[in-house]
């Protein structure tokens, strides 16, 4: 979805009790961010993971996907890798089944 006005996914989140958020997708500086802003201005706190998110090159504007990290830093709670994400959640899981 382009942005979070076309779909309800805030009541959804908030019905199921979800705080915390992972967010990736295909249009870093449109779809994504546009998720992202609405997400933190709702209270969520939300993770953005970098290589799992696809950005627009532009031949005379440049890197949409670049530019769309510098301004997951500035807004994110955090940005990091799909192999963090894997790593906190395998010991999440783990530490369940102990």
Known sequence: MWSPQSNDPILQLRKRGIAKIILCGM???????????????????????RDATAGPRHPTRGDGYQAALINYAFLAHTVVATAEVVTVMTAAVESTDT
């Open 27 to 49: 249009l870093a500086n449109m779809c994504v961010e546009s998720h992202l802003r609405d997400l933190l201005e709702n209270g969520f706190e939300v993770t953005v993971v």
